[in-house]
């Protein structure tokens, strides 16, 4: 079955703490994204990557960190310095369509939902 | 700066009521709009519209988008409890395909 897979489903942090989040996806596609949702909220962007070993700062990044080192995985951190992460955590993937032009459609996994002890 | 606002935030219906959604937009390079709908978890993608008054259609739900007004609607016809969701829509646009996106507009269909 073709998809994203993300992991775990809730994530406890405590103070000091930095946590990863997994994002794994088998669909081939090349451009993953973060995003961050509150209660109330639209979708925030996080971080975004169109290709391997490359990644763009989105509209909050400030606190997070990625990677890309392979295609099918974009693992994010929540870094000590993010002081309010309590949130759910989207990621989502897109690929290039005919043409060589992005499609904007992109498609979600079932998100991690952070929570601060 | 890109902007996307949904009203309205909530909306408390009747099954087999119609509803429709509205989805304002102030973009810089306009590509396209989308409509998702999220239930608990992952948004699950519906519409993508990107030229002004083609209506898109699946079952019940429908798109149409104003390219001038810049606004587009979500119609909802006969509505059910299953359709009971958060309504997400997003514009992309510029040259990274950033999606945008608006707060949603909570939708609660009682029996």
């Known amino acids: 079955d073709g998809g994203i897979t993300q992991s775990p489903k809730y994530l406890f942090r405590k103070e000091g703490q930095n946590v990863t989040l997994s994002c794994e996806q088998n669909l081939n596609h090349d451009a993953m994204y973060w995003y961050r949702q509150d209660p109330g909220q639209g979708l925030r962007l996080i971080y975004y990557?169109?290709?391997?070993?490359?990644?763009q700062k989105g509209d909050i990044a400030e606190g997070y960190s990625v990677s890309r080192e392979k295609k099918e995985s974009f693992p994010l951190t929540v870094t000590s310095a993010q002081k309010n992460p309590t949130a759910f955590y989207l990621c989502?993937?897109?690929?290039?369509?005919?043409?060589?032009?992005?499609?904007?459609?992109?498609?979600f996994g079932p998100g991690t939902r952070l929570l601060v002890l | 700066e890109d902007k996307v606002v949904q009203s309205p935030l909530s909306l408390v219906v009747h099954e087999g009521d119609t509803v429709t959604l509205n989805c304002s937009y102030e973009?810089?390079?306009?590509?396209?709009l989308l409509w998702y709908k999220q239930e608990k978890k992952a948004p699950t993608f519906l519409f993508m519209l990107?030229?002004?008054?083609i209506e898109k259609k699946s079952g019940r739900l429908s798109s149409i988008l104003d390219k001038k007004e810049l606004f587009s609607i979500l119609n909802i016809t006969a509505t059910q409890t299953g359709d009971s969701a958060v309504y997400l829509c997003?514009?992309?646009?510029?040259?990274?395909?950033?999606?945008?996106f608006g707060k949603g507009t909570l939708l609660t269909v009682n029996p």
């Open positions: 990107t030229s002004s008054g």
């Open positions: 997003a514009h992309s646009g510029g040259s990274n395909y950033k999606l945008t």
């Open positions: 989502a993937s897109s690929t290039y369509g005919s043409g060589g032009l992005y499609q904007e459609t992109q498609y």
């Open positions: 990557s169109q290709i391997v070993n490359d990644f």
């Open positions: 973009v810089t390079n306009f590509r396209s």
